[in-house]
């Protein structure tokens, strides 16, 4: 059974980096099956794809992100990471880290549970 | 791409049929998934490629559309489904979801 947990700060100032990481069990991140995801649901934009990593660090980011975002991985352990900067009250959500298998024909079957991320001073 | 969703919200009783619609700005052949999220958890997936009931679905869900329209519908509307439900393409990026259709079982 596949595992994903969001970690990170629950409360960013605004202008400030939020940094948030997912661990993975289960399945191998680096294994070339799946796009490994961050989506995020907002009040004002409801449920957003935020981006991905693939294959040894191909990303692919929302064109609406893009310039704030960066999505890393640590393959040795097992985890990915999102990292938005001069984040807004816009920004306050639950992030979600979840996978998108490449073959399948389907997207995002297992997901974290969520981590509440609040912009705030 | 932009898909839309109606209703907002609905009100039905148990065994009731219950339909959802997803409209698709721009046509997405079948790439569309169905969602499912209770208050506090993570969205489940439900449907994808239009039709296909994935893993563990109860029989009661149903899609259907291909194109630009497409619809869920729960057949005997069960008091578990209270819940809120996103259609999502996945045809091109960005992938984009639904705003959502909030169920409720009277």
């Known amino acids: 059974q596949v595992q994903l947990q969001e970690s990170g700060p629950g409360l960013v100032k605004p202008s400030q980096t939020l940094s948030l990481t997912c661990s993975v069990s289960?399945?191998?991140?680096?294994?070339?099956?799946?796009?490994w995801t961050w989506v995020r649901q907002t009040p004002g934009q409801g449920l957003e794809w935020i981006g991905y990593?693939?294959?040894?660090?191909?990303?692919n980011y929302n064109p609406a992100l893009k310039s704030r975002l960066t999505i890393s991985a640590d393959y040795s352990n097992n985890k990915f990471s999102l990292r938005l900067t001069s984040v807004t009250a816009a920004d306050t959500g639950v992030y979600f880290c979840t996978r998108d298998p490449i073959d399948g024909g389907f997207s995002f079957d297992f997901w974290g549970r969520g981590i509440r991320v609040t912009v705030s001073s | 791409i932009q898909m839309t969703q109606s209703p907002s919200s609905l009100s039905a009783s148990v065994g009731d049929r219950v339909t959802i619609t997803c409209r698709a700005s721009?046509?997405?052949?079948?790439?569309l998934g169905w969602f499912q999220q209770k208050p506090g958890e993570a969205p489940k997936l439900l449907i994808h490629?239009?039709?296909n009931l994935h893993t563990g679905v109860p029989s009661r869900f149903r899609g259907n559309g291909a194109g630009t329209d497409f619809t869920l519908t729960i057949t005997s509307l069960q008091p578990e489904d209270s819940a809120t439900y996103y259609c999502?393409?996945?045809?091109?990026?960005?992938?984009?979801f639904g705003q959502g259709t909030k169920v409720e079982v009277k």
């Open positions: 990593i693939y294959d040894r660090g191909s990303t």
């Open positions: 490629g239009s039709f």
């Open positions: 289960g399945d191998s991140i680096n294994s070339g099956g799946s796009y």
């Open positions: 999502l393409q996945d045809y091109s990026y960005p992938r984009t």
């Open positions: 721009r046509a997405i052949r079948n790439d």
